[in-house]
C-alpha cells in the first residue's frame, strides 16, 4: 500500500510540475513576445517622426533590430547584428501588419533559435519592416523553480510515505492480532475468538463475523461429535444384543431355537438398517439445502398419502382445505406427512387428525393426536438427534430417534418451521411453509 501511495503520489508530483513549468514556458513566451512587439513599435514611432533613417538602432531592451526595405535591404540594424544580412525571411501580411516566428540558424547567433517578430511601419521616408528578435526561455523555466519543485516533490511524497506506512499499519494491527489468533485455532479446539478492535468500522465489523462463524462451527462440530457419538451408540446396541445371542447359542448348539433366533437377529438387523437410513437421509438433507421445489397442493399431498396409507391403531380424520400451493420436493413432503402420522397413530388414545390450510401467507399442514401430549420443557428436545423421550421408548422400542429430526430439516430445506403446538389435548406438529402466489 505504501509503494503504491507513493507511485501514485510520484505520478501526480510529476504532473503537476509538468503543469507549473509548462505554464511558466508559456507564460515566459508571451512575455518575450510582447517584449519584442514593444520594441518594433518605438522603432516604428522613430521612423514615423523622422525624416531619414537612422543608421544605427538602439537594443532596447532586445538581442537585436532590423529595418529592411521593400526591396529586402538592410536599412538599419542594432550594434549585435550590424553587416549581417536580414535575420529572417518571412513578411507580415499588409493587413493587419505583423507577424511573429521562433526561427533557428539566425544571422548573428548561430546554431540558436531565436523570437522574431515582424511589424510593417509606414513612414513619411518610406514602407519599411522592422525586425525584433529575443531568445525563447528555457523549456524547463529557470533553475530555482526547478529546484523548488523537486524539494516541494520529495517532502510530499515523503509525507505521503511515511503517513500511508503508519496509517495503514494502525489501521491492519487488528488484522494480525485476528491472523495470530486464528493460527492457534484447530478443528479440535474451536474455543478462541479474535480480538474485536474497540472502534468501529470495517474490520471491528470483520472480527465480529469470524467470532459468529467461528461459534457456529464449534457448534456444528459440537452437534456433530454428539451425532457421531449417539449414532455409534445405538448402532452398537443391537449389534451387541445379535452378538450375545449367537455366542450363548453356539456354547449349546443342540438346544437352540434356530428359527426363533434368526427372527430376533432379523429384528436387529432391521432396526440396524433403519438407523442407517435415517442417518444417510439426516447426510443428504444436511448436503442438500436446496431441493427441487415444484409447485403442489398440499392438500391433495395429504389426499393422496392418507389414501394409500394402510389402516393403523387409530383412524384418521383429515380436514383439508384445497388451493394451498406452495413450492416444495413432493417426496420430501410425503416423507414429513408419513412420520407425523405413524408418530400421532402411535402415541393416540382414540384418533389422530391431519389439516390442511392458508394462514398468514404460509401453508399449514398439522397433525394431531389425542395422546398423553410432550410436556412444554420437552417439545424443543424431541427434535434432537436420536432423542426419545421414555414413553417413545416404550410405544416404540424399535424407533431410531431420527424421524422428527428428519422432519425438521425436511421443514428447514422448504424455508419453512415445524414446531410443537398445544391443542388441549395431545400433540399437534404444525408445518409452516411460505404460499405461492
Known amino acids: 500500500m505504501t509503494a503504491w501511495a507513493t507511485l501514485v503520489a510520484m505520478a501526480l508530483c510529476a ?14 513566451m508571451s512575455e518575450r513576445f510582447r517584449q519584442v512587439y514593444a520594441a518594433a513599435l518605438r522603432v516604428s514611432h522613430q ?8 543608421p544605427a538602432l538602439e537594443d532596447e531592451g532586445v538581442s537585436a533590430m532590423q529595418v529592411i526595405d521593400p526591396t529586402g535591404k538592410v536599412v538599419s540594424a542594432s550594434s549585435q547584428v550590424q553587416g549581417q544580412p536580414r535575420m529572417a525571411t518571412f513578411v507580415p501580411p499588409q493587413r493587419p501588419g505583423a507577424m511573429d516566428r521562433v526561427v533557428c540558424d539566425v544571422p548573428g547567433f548561430p546554431s540558436q533559435c531565436m523570437i522574431i517578430a ?3 511601419v509606414y513612414a513619411p521616408s518610406g514602407d519599411f519592416i522592422v525586425y525584433g528578435a529575443l531568445p525563447p526561455p528555457a523549456r524547463y523555466g529557470s533553475a530555482t523553480l526547478v529546484a523548488m519543485l523537486v524539494a516541494a516533490s520529495v517532502i510530499w511524497l515523503s509525507l505521503v510515505a511515511w503517513g500511508t506506512y503508519h496509517i495503514v499499519g494502525r489501521a491492519l494491527r487488528p488484522v494480525e492480532a485476528m491472523t495470530a489468533e486464528l493460527d492457534e485455532i484447530t478443528a479440535t479446539d ?3 475468538r479474535v480480538p474485536v478492535p474497540a472502534h468501529h468500522d470495517e474490520i471491528r465489523f470483520l472480527a465480529k463475523t469470524v467470532n ?7 457448534r456444528a462440530l459440537q452437534q456433530e461429535r454428539r451425532f457421531t457419538s449417539d449414532a455409534s451408540h445405538d448402532l452398537r446396541a443391537p449389534m451387541a444384543a445379535a452378538r450375545l445371542r449367537l455366542e450363548e447359542a453356539l456354547t449349546d448348539p443342540g438346544t437352540v431355537d434356530w ?11 432391521e432396526r440396524q438398517q433403519a438407523i442407517a437410513d435415517d442417518i444417510l437421509a439426516l447426510a443428504r438433507l444436511d448436503a442438500d439445502r436446496s431441493p427441487q421445489h415444484e409447485r403442489n397442493d398440499l392438500a391433495e399431498l395429504a389426499r393422496t398419502e392418507l389414501q394409500h396409507r394402510p389402516p393403523g391403531r387409530v383412524p384418521i380424520h383429515a380436514d383439508l382445505e384445497s388451493g394451498v400451493f406452495v413450492a416444495c420436493d413432493r417426496q420430501l413432503i410425503c416423507r414429513l406427512l408419513t412420520n407425523l402420522l405413524d408418530n400421532a397413530q402411535r402415541h393416540a ?3 389422530a387428525t391431519v389439516a390442511v390450510r392458508a394462514e398468514d401467507g404460509t401453508g399449514v399442514l398439522a397433525v394431531a393426536d389425542d395422546g398423553a401430549g410432550i410436556a412444554p420443557e420437552h417439545r424443543e428436545l424431541v427434535f434432537e438427534r436420536f432423542v426419545r423421550l421414555p414413553e417413545s421408548r416404550a410405544r416404540d422400542p424399535k424407533g431410531t430417534g431420527l424421524g422428527l429430526p428428519i422432519c425438521r430439516e425436511i421443514a428447514h430445506a422448504h424455508q419453512g418451521t415445524l414446531t410443537i403446538e398445544d391443542p388441549g389435548q395431545g400433540t399437534c406438529f404444525v408445518l409452516r411453509v411460505p404460499l405461492l402466489n
Open 15 to 28: 504532473l503537476t510540475a509538468w503543469f507549473v513549468l509548462d505554464s511558466n514556458y508559456k507564460s515566459e
Open 47 to 54: 521612423l514615423v517622426h523622422q525624416r531619414a533613417v537612422p
Open 118 to 120: 515582424a511589424m510593417w
Open 190 to 192: 474451536l474455543a478462541h
Open 212 to 218: 459468529y462463524t467461528l461459534q457456529l462451527l464449534e
Open 259 to 269: 428359527p426363533g433366533m434368526a427372527k430376533e437377529l432379523l429384528s436387529d438387523v
Open 349 to 351: 388414545a382414540t384418533a
